[in-house]
């Protein structure tokens, strides 16, 4: 059963941007703390960015300045717009969310391909 799906990955150039959106489906997810993570290949999936219940976000070193995390409404939880890609950012981006920051990952979406060009 699928909760959470995203969209807007695709091919871009170095120094390019790309928004990522996340929907809802089968329910809604209101005041829920949201995330997004992504893996490499060969690598562990990592937290990219999210926000809290009550707004609080935070951000991976690796992206903060670059990337800005955002709530949207019940059925489009979160975005994820990304500026200034780098190679380095090519991975799958998966949406997560969670009825806190400890419980993120309990739903979690089937990804989007982000791919950066050098």
């Known amino acids: 059963q699928v909760h959470l799906v995203e969209s807007g990955g695709g091919l871009v150039q170095a120094g390019g941007s790309l928004r990522l959106s996340c929907a809802a489906s089968?329910?809604?997810?209101?005041?829920?703390?949201m995330g997004w993570f992504r893996q490499a290949p060969g690598k562990e999936r990592e937290l990219v960015a999210r926000?809290?219940?009550?707004?609080?976000?935070y951000y991976a070193d690796s992206v903060k300045g670059r990337f800005t995390i955002s709530r949207g409404s019940a059925k489009n939880p979160a975005y994820l717009q990304m500026n200034r890609l780098k190679p380095e950012d090519t991975a799958v981006y998966y949406c997560?969310?969670?009825?806190?920051?400890?419980?993120?990952?309990?739903?979690w979406g089937q990804g989007t391909q982000v791919t950066v060009s050098s």
């Open positions: 926000f809290s219940s009550g707004g609080v976000t």
């Open positions: 997560a969310a969670g009825e806190t920051v400890g419980s993120l990952g309990h739903y």
């Open positions: 089968e329910r809604t997810f209101s005041n829920y703390a």
